[in-house]
């Protein structure tokens, strides 16, 4: 919301800019589609968000009123006013990329390879999936490359609700360009998989009381999703609630939030392995099979413990574990070179480390993690030290330029797909600058992504847009 002007100013912005862009694109000779959607995140500047349509969107329910002041006042640049580009061929490459790696996750000699390494309690096998896996990609000439998956990927309420407030600031914008899912099903797409993930572990019993569980959830800087949960289950008639940790309690062969039993928890923690004292209840209540926990230990592990990551960048390593060579073939150009630190590799990597990014291996929200060329000899030291660490390709992101304090700025992006059971519910981007993203950048923030095919360059080319 950072960086906003008024609807008036957007829609001239966007005409005087944009119009010109277009002519100078046409004659440059831009060819491709995925050049052409490169050329609009480099030269349209326009800003479609229309930010009274966002607040009814984050304001459906009256039980949320005053939600969109609250993250315009703590959050400001949790949304960036503009949207970004990607062609239909990257869009596909990046379904098919998804798809290949799930199929990686899916042999049994991959799955007991990745849970060799992880503690007992990812051994347990209760059925769930695990909701919202991000699949985060960087956009380079050599197509999108996989740069690591999470398993608790925030966001997708937000981002739909940020897709659906996007207005045509240029006359035929939208019919143009495509969004990457049907914006109008989301919640109903959104809630099915929770419902799936009940009835891999309780059968057809119909959804109980769903807690969302984080540590000191009001202290969150992702709170107000959590706030849009609750009311996309209170859509499908599931009680629900936001729960702190903490409060939860394990007696009598039940997970309690005060005088409530909690049937199915929506796992926010960050304490991957339920390792720590405060989430004691939660691990109990897990380990004897009385909750449904998603996304649960055993996900992270098989999924997006960054080890994985060497696995599926080598080669070798895959044909052992049987993958089809057309499979590697696709994996081995799209995911970053990964080895893990070591202390033989030490030297090596230290001396060629502006080749590489670093982050440890059960790391999150980019914390911790390092570009090799800002990384300094002392953090370098810990590093060795934490031996969990692992080294990746250094994939530079592609850039969105927009319109920050009427000056034109470069940010970073990175596009992240949020995937279910192998398939792909809604792609979106996040803007930033500095080495990682980091929802503090002016004009920065969650952006929608749409797609552009080459019907998208002809209704441009015949010059309907902008003028």
């Not at 000439?141 to 966001?155: F, K, R, Y």
């Not at 720590?276 to 413990?305: C, K, Q, S």
């Not at 590093?383 to 992101?397: C, K």
Request: glycine letters at 6%.
């Amino acid at each position: 919301m950072a960086g906003d002007h008024s609807d008036e100013e957007s829609s001239k912005r966007c005409e005087r800019v944009d119009g010109g862009f277009y002519e100078s694109s046409i004659g440059s000779g831009v060819k491709s589609d995925s050049s052409f959607a490169e050329s609009l995140n480099r030269g349209c500047v326009c800003r479609p968000l229309d930010r009274g349509r966002l607040c009814r969107e984050l304001e459906a329910e009256p039980s949320l009123a005053g939600l969109c002041d609250e993250i315009r006042r703590t959050r400001p640049h949790l949304f960036s006013a503009t949207a970004v580009f990607i062609s239909r061929e990257h869009f596909e490459r990046i379904a098919k990329i998804t798809a290949a790696v799930e199929s990686v996750f899916g042999l049994p000699d991959y799955r007991e390879l990745a849970l060799r390494r992880a503690p007992r309690i990812a051994q347990l096998d209760p059925g769930p999936h695990g909701v919202f896996l991000g699949y985060d990609f960087h956009l380079s000439s050599q197509g999108p490359q996989l740069i690591e998956i999470n398993t608790n990927a925030g966001g997708a309420l937000l981002n739909t609700a940020l897709a659906r407030a996007q207005r045509a600031c240029c006359r035929e914008m939208f019919t143009a360009f495509e969004p990457t899912a049907d914006l109008k099903n989301l919640e109903h797409v959104f809630f099915d998989m929770f419902s799936k993930e009940w009835r891999r572990q309780r059968g057809v019993a119909p959804v109980g009381r769903v807690a969302v569980v984080d540590d000191h959830p009001a202290g969150q800087y992702l709170y107000p999703e959590m706030r849009l949960f609750e009311r996309l289950f209170a859509q499908f008639n599931a009680e629900s609630v936001i729960a702190d940790a903490r409060d939860l309690d394990w007696r009598e062969g039940r997970l309690w939030h005060g005088t409530h039993a909690v049937d199915l928890a929506y796992n926010r923690l960050t304490d991957f392995y339920l390792e720590e004292p405060a989430h004691a209840a939660l691990r109990a209540a897990y380990e004897a099979g009385a909750v449904v926990l998603t996304p649960h230990p055993r996900a992270h592990a098989l999924y997006a413990d960054k080890r994985n990551l060497v696995t599926l960048s080598d080669d070798n390593a895959l044909a052992t574990l049987g993958v089809p060579v057309e499979v590697r073939t696709l994996l081995r150009a799209a995911i970053p070179r990964t080895e893990t630190v070591t202390l033989e590799r030490a030297e090596t990597l230290w001396r060629e480390r502006r080749k590489f990014f670093f982050k440890p291996a059960t790391g999150y929200g980019s914390k911790a993690a390092y570009r090799g060329d800002k990384l300094t000899h002392r953090v370098w030291q810990e590093i060795l030290r934490r031996e969990s660490y692992v080294a990746q390709a250094l994939v530079i992101p592609s850039e969105r330029r927009l319109e920050v304090d009427h000056s034109e700025t470069d940010l970073k992006l990175d596009v992240r797909a949020y995937v279910y059971d192998g398939m792909i519910q809604l792609v979106a981007a996040r803007l930033y600058q500095g080495q990682t993203t980091n929802f503090r950048t002016p004009g920065g923030g969650f952006a929608p992504v749409f797609v552009v095919g080459s019907e998208s360059r002809n209704v441009l080319d015949a010059g309907r847009i902008c003028q």
